[in-house]
């Protein structure tokens, strides 16, 4: 089925020919989304500082919500293949290009180098690869990082959105599978023999752990050196999960080859559901190598998942388990890769190098780009290692350089109509520089995600400033481009109240804990 698409198209590369189910696209964002540096670099986070950091995950069923009610109806009325496609409508072509730049250089220097890195580090503590090849730990995971990413790279080069997304979808149930078997296997082996008791026994042995907004009085309110404050939640964290979730092109590129509206909010609410149920498999895991392992690796909080791994796994499990790990590796690495080619092929190269160039053409460019990316991204990966707050704070730290100032110039286009271009890429530059001022070079004593939500505000104010001086000239006018069917799912808000509700419930019921 797969091999009948047609790969020399624009929309049946890039966009899997737009008939992507809703199943399978919330298979393939789920994969896209969830890779090792959540069961490697989150489940570390767990472990030191409890399930506070489940707000990267439940606070995302929301911003799904809003993508399936507004913005995914707006996405395939207009019939885009990219978000920056959308800012050339609304803005110009300057501002589509940099913002595709800022796509592509965020591929390169954040997700990509550390989903290689951590995948790198799981399967080096797994298989002990340095040990068989008789070889430095440093060694091997330079080696698994080169053959994971020679791997996802002609997978992605080759297979194109609709390969992605469908193999996606069986890695996806693989994930879910094998992540919710390693908190079972350990609780089993807790509470000898019955899962109930060990969840006990690991809840009595430190139930700060499982409080949700509990504060770090030592450290400060907001500050930088706190992992998570419950206060972000209406800040900065708001924002990042909007952008993710509905202007971000790796994810919502799923649901723009989507074959109809009813699919595609099936997809994202679907997404939802499993975001929701998703700390199961990489933050309880965690907070469980808490009880194993007590303090003893908070200087190394990035190994705790491995070594929980091969403590309560059983030897004929290995093999399953390693093979759902490339899988997760794969799935995010390609997608990054498809999402890049896409972006470039289409809104850099035919606007900028080659107006005239056919769709064959551009597949063929997108194959190299989607080469060169992943040739960057592996020399890149080895140099994450050794952060501070452990590789998933670092990944949200470094993605604020680039998706505060991009979400507010997309939602400056939809909600502010006298936001002009000119004031699109004043914002845009000033929300860079801001950032990388703040956090990076003055190293103000802020949390960042706090500093998103202020750089928001600021991003808004030099827009409007800026406009007011060169305003709008012709105003935008959304025209429906008939591509496809635009019916909404009739449980479509019916869901999306439900998933609202159970994460105000979460925060609730494991708000109160002690």
Same mark, same amino acid.
């Given at each position: 089925?797969?091999?009948?698409?047609?790969?020399?198209?624009q929309?049946?590369?890039?966009?899997?020919?737009?008939?992507?189910?809703?199943?399978?696209?919330?298979g393939s964002?789920?994969?896209?989304?969830?890779?090792?540096?959540?069961?490697?670099?989150m489940?570390g986070?767990?472990?030191?500082?409890?399930?506070?950091i489940i707000?990267?995950?439940v %606070?995302?069923?929301?911003?799904? &919500?809003? $993508?399936a009610? *507004?913005? !995914?109806p707006k996405? #395939?009325? =207009?019939g885009?293949? +990219?978000i920056?496609e959308?800012?050339?409508?609304?803005?110009d072509?300057?501002?589509q290009?940099?913002?595709?730049?800022?796509?592509?250089?965020?591929?390169?220097?954040?997700?990509?180098?550390?989903?290689?890195?951590?995948?790198?580090?799981?399967?080096?503590?797994?298989?002990?690869?340095?040990?068989?090849l008789?070889?430095?730990q440093?060694?091997?995971i330079?080696? %698994?990082?080169?053959?994971?990413g &020679?791997i $996802?790279?002609? *997978?992605? !080069?080759?297979g194109? #959105?609709? =390969?992605?997304?469908? +193999?996606?979808?069986?890695?996806g149930f693989?994930?879910?599978?094998?992540?919710?078997?390693?908190?079972?296997?350990a609780?089993?082996?807790?509470?000898?023999?019955n899962?109930?008791?060990?969840l006990v026994?690991?809840?009595?042995?430190a139930?700060?752990k499982f409080?949700?907004i509990?504060?770090?009085?030592?450290i400060?309110?907001?500050?930088r050196d706190?992992?998570?404050?419950?206060?972000?939640l209406?800040?900065?964290?708001i924002?990042n999960?909007?952008?993710?979730?509905?202007?971000?092109?790796?994810?919502v590129q799923r649901?723009?080859?989507?074959?109809?509206?009813?699919?595609?909010?099936k997809?994202?609410?679907?997404?939802?559901v499993l975001k929701?149920?998703?700390p199961?498999?990489?933050v309880?895991?965690?907070?469980?190598?808490?009880?194993?392992?007590?303090?003893?690796?908070?200087d190394?909080?990035d190994?705790?998942?491995?070594e929980?791994?091969?403590?309560?796994?059983p030897s004929?499990?290995t093999?399953?388990?390693?093979?759902?790990?490339?899988?997760?590796?794969?799935?995010?690495?390609?997608?990054?890769?498809?999402?890049a080619a896409?972006?470039?092929?289409?809104d850099?190269?035919?606007?900028y190098?080659?107006?005239?160039?056919k769709?064959?053409?551009?597949?063929?460019?997108?194959?190299w780009?989607?080469?060169?990316?992943?040739?960057?991204s592996i020399?890149?990966?080895?140099?994450?290692?050794?952060?501070?707050?452990?590789?998933?704070?670092?990944?949200?730290?470094?993605n604020?350089?680039?998706?505060?100032p991009?979400a507010?110039?997309?939602?400056a286009?939809?909600?502010?109509?006298k936001?002009s271009a000119?004031?699109?890429?004043?914002?845009?530059?000033?929300?860079?520089?801001f950032?990388?001022l703040m956090?990076?070079?003055?190293?103000?004593?802020?949390?960042?995600?706090?500093?998103?939500?202020?750089?928001?505000?600021?991003?808004l104010?030099?827009m409007?400033?800026?406009?007011?001086k060169?305003?709008?000239a012709?105003?935008?006018v959304m025209?429906?481009?008939g591509?496809?069917?635009i019916?909404?799912?009739k449980?479509?808000?019916?869901?999306g109240?439900?998933?609202?509700?159970?994460t105000?419930?979460?925060?609730?019921?494991?708000?109160?804990?002690?």
């Amino acid at each position: 089925m797969l091999r009948k698409q047609n790969l020399q198209t624009q929309d049946g590369y890039f966009l899997g020919g737009r008939s992507l189910t809703g199943v399978v696209i919330a298979g393939s964002m789920l994969l896209t989304n969830i890779s090792t540096e959540h069961l490697v670099g989150m489940n570390g986070s767990a472990y030191k500082n409890g399930a506070i950091i489940i707000a990267w995950e439940v %606070t995302s069923a929301i911003a799904l &919500v809003i $993508g399936a009610l *507004y913005f !995914i109806p707006k996405y #395939l009325r =207009m019939g885009l293949t +990219t978000i920056p496609e959308f800012l050339e409508k609304r803005f110009d072509k300057m501002t589509q290009a940099l913002i595709s730049l800022l796509l592509i250089i965020s591929f390169v220097v954040t997700l990509l180098p550390i989903v290689l890195y951590t995948g790198a580090i799981n399967i080096e503590s797994i298989f002990g690869i340095s040990e068989t090849l008789g070889i430095t730990q440093s060694e091997g995971i330079w080696l %698994t990082v080169v053959v994971v990413g &020679v791997i $996802g790279a002609v *997978y992605a !080069i080759f297979g194109g #959105l609709k =390969m992605v997304a469908y +193999t996606d979808t069986i890695n996806g149930f693989g994930l879910l599978i094998a992540g919710l078997l390693v908190p079972i296997f350990a609780l089993w082996d807790i509470g000898d023999g019955n899962v109930i008791d060990g969840l006990v026994k690991v809840f009595n042995n430190a139930p700060e752990k499982f409080n949700v907004i509990s504060k770090e009085p030592s450290i400060g309110l907001g500050s930088r050196d706190s992992i998570l404050p419950f206060e972000v939640l209406f800040t900065g964290l708001i924002i990042n999960q909007l952008y993710f979730w509905t202007m971000h092109q790796s994810i919502v590129q799923r649901a723009l080859g989507a074959v109809s509206l009813k699919e595609a909010q099936k997809g994202l609410l679907f997404t939802g559901v499993l975001k929701i149920l998703i700390p199961l498999v990489i933050v309880l895991p965690g907070i469980i190598g808490f009880y194993y392992f007590g303090d003893t690796l908070f200087d190394s909080q990035d190994s705790v998942y491995p070594e929980l791994v091969k403590r309560v796994l059983p030897s004929w499990m290995t093999g399953f388990f390693v093979a759902v790990i490339m899988g997760a590796i794969l799935s995010t690495f390609n997608s990054a890769l498809n999402s890049a080619a896409t972006i470039f092929s289409l809104d850099i190269f035919k606007v900028y190098i080659k107006k005239a160039a056919k769709e064959g053409q551009l597949v063929r460019v997108g194959k190299w780009v989607s080469a060169i990316l992943a040739v960057v991204s592996i020399l890149v990966a080895p140099y994450v290692a050794n952060a501070p707050a452990g590789l998933y704070q670092l990944l949200q730290q470094l993605n604020g350089i680039f998706f505060i100032p991009m979400a507010t110039v997309i939602i400056a286009g939809f909600f502010f109509p006298k936001v002009s271009a000119a004031g699109a890429k004043a914002g845009l530059i000033f929300g860079l520089g801001f950032y990388i001022l703040m956090d990076l070079v003055l190293k103000v004593n802020i949390h960042f995600v706090h500093i998103w939500g202020i750089e928001f505000i600021l991003n808004l104010i030099v827009m409007h400033l800026v406009s007011a001086k060169y305003p709008v000239a012709i105003p935008f006018v959304m025209a429906d481009s008939g591509k496809l069917s635009i019916v909404p799912w009739k449980y479509a808000k019916t869901l999306g109240w439900v998933l609202i509700a159970i994460t105000v419930i979460i925060y609730v019921i494991l708000g109160t804990i002690a």
